[in-house]
């Protein structure tokens, strides 16, 4: 669990309390119903959101069932109040984020252009495709796609010579193979190509970097944790004889290395614990 408070009041959230939330595999959905017109002016969207059209609510917002949601418009007025009240009718969680977009540009928030993000299925998902019996790379890139892109991102592993072709037939995405665009560039990994290109570079997500790099590039001198990451991915690479629960095992590791690249990365284990004054 996040040790941030969730929500500021009954049905809103501050940016602050936003800002903890990114990245964290509990954040809630994140629903950005801005208008067409304010959208132009910053065609961005905060990590992990997807957009949804505030007049058809009513056709999307069973989608949103049984999760908690935060609506975002551009000052957390009236298009984000009126969807959130509507989103809970409809038995969702839904709070509205104060201040709106507006707010998280003035807190510099990241903020992922949307002309850098793939093209989305008939379902709003991203599709990706990469070779088959991943070990770090491509690993840590679907980790950072769905925690800061796209929740509900498709993964393909393949053949590593038939990568291209499904990429082709499936309308996905290529990754972490040679001549794509998504993959190394000169002493960096793909991990850094998309913290890059999408502008996430915060200190906890470069810190993380250099360690992916480390373990990914065989350069484990970059950081001393380079070696128990990889280390462990080649654990879960022989525990797992499926991809996609490699993947899955894969996405907690990261989950607990961002947060101490977050929140911990200064605290050192001092067991056994100096004894107390006056006692034996």
Same mark, same amino acid.
């Given at each position: 669990?996040?040790?941030?408070?969730?929500?500021?009041?009954?049905?809103?959230?501050?940016?602050?309390?936003?800002?903890?939330?990114?990245?964290?595999?509990?954040?809630?959905?994140?629903? #950005?119903?801005?208008?067409?017109?304010?959208?132009?002016?910053?065609?961005?969207?905060?990590?992990?959101?997807?957009?949804?059209?505030?007049?058809?609510?009513?056709?999307?917002?069973?989608?949103?069932?049984?999760?908690?949601?935060?609506?975002?418009?551009?000052?957390?007025?009236?298009?984000?109040?009126?969807?959130? %009240?509507? $989103?809970?009718?409809?038995?969702?969680?839904?709070?509205?984020?104060?201040?709106?977009? +507006? %707010?998280?540009?003035?807190?510099?928030?990241?903020?992922?252009?949307?002309?850098?993000?793939?093209?989305?299925? *008939?379902?709003?998902?991203?599709?990706?495709?990469?070779?088959?019996?991943?070990?770090? #790379?491509?690993?840590?890139?679907?980790?950072?796609?769905?925690?800061?892109?796209?929740?509900?991102?498709?993964?393909?592993?393949?053949?590593?010579?038939?990568?291209?072709?499904?990429?082709?037939?499936?309308?996905?995405?290529?990754? #972490?193979?040679?001549?794509?665009?998504?993959?190394?560039?000169?002493?960096?990994?793909?991990?850094?190509?998309?913290?890059?290109?999408?502008?996430?570079?915060?200190?906890?997500?470069?810190?993380?970097?250099?360690?992916?790099?480390?373990?990914?590039?065989?350069?484990?001198? *970059? %950081?001393?944790?380079?070696?128990?990451?990889?280390?462990?991915?080649?654990?879960? +690479?022989?525990?797992?004889?499926?991809?996609? %629960?490699? $993947?899955?095992?894969?996405?907690?590791?990261?989950?607990?290395?961002?947060?101490?690249?977050?929140?911990?990365?200064?605290?050192?284990?001092?067991?056994?614990?100096?004894?107390?004054?006056?006692?034996?």
């Amino acid at each position: 669990m996040s040790s941030f408070k969730t929500f500021s009041s009954f049905n809103s959230i501050s940016v602050e309390n936003l800002a903890g939330l990114i990245g964290m595999p509990d954040c809630p959905a994140l629903i #950005d119903v801005r208008t067409d017109d304010d959208f132009a002016l910053a065609p961005c969207l905060l990590p992990g959101s997807r957009r949804q059209c505030h007049d058809d609510v009513a056709a999307w917002s069973s989608d949103y069932r049984g999760v908690a949601a935060i609506v975002i418009c551009q000052r957390g007025l009236k298009l984000s109040q009126g969807v959130a %009240a509507w $989103l809970r009718a409809d038995g969702v969680a839904a709070s509205v984020l104060e201040g709106g977009y +507006s %707010a998280c540009e003035q807190a510099a928030l990241p903020r992922v252009p949307v002309a850098k993000l793939p093209a989305r299925d *008939l379902q709003g998902r991203t599709i990706w495709v990469t070779r088959e019996r991943p070990k770090i #790379d491509r690993i840590a890139c679907p980790w950072l796609i769905r925690r800061f892109v796209d929740p509900d991102a498709v993964f393909l592993f393949v053949a590593p010579g038939e990568v291209p072709a499904v990429a082709e037939k499936f309308g996905a995405t290529p990754f #972490d193979i040679e001549g794509v665009f998504w993959s190394h560039r000169g002493d960096t990994c793909s991990f850094d190509t998309l913290i890059e290109e999408w502008g996430l570079g915060g200190q906890p997500l470069l810190r993380l970097a250099t360690i992916v790099r480390g373990a990914d590039t065989g350069r484990l001198d *970059l %950081a001393p944790e380079a070696t128990g990451l990889l280390a462990v991915s080649l654990g879960l +690479s022989r525990m797992h004889d499926d991809d996609l %629960a490699q $993947l899955e095992a894969g996405m907690l590791l990261y989950d607990a290395l961002y947060r101490w690249c977050r929140d911990d990365a200064g605290e050192t284990h001092n067991w056994p614990v100096s004894k107390r004054e006056g006692v034996a």
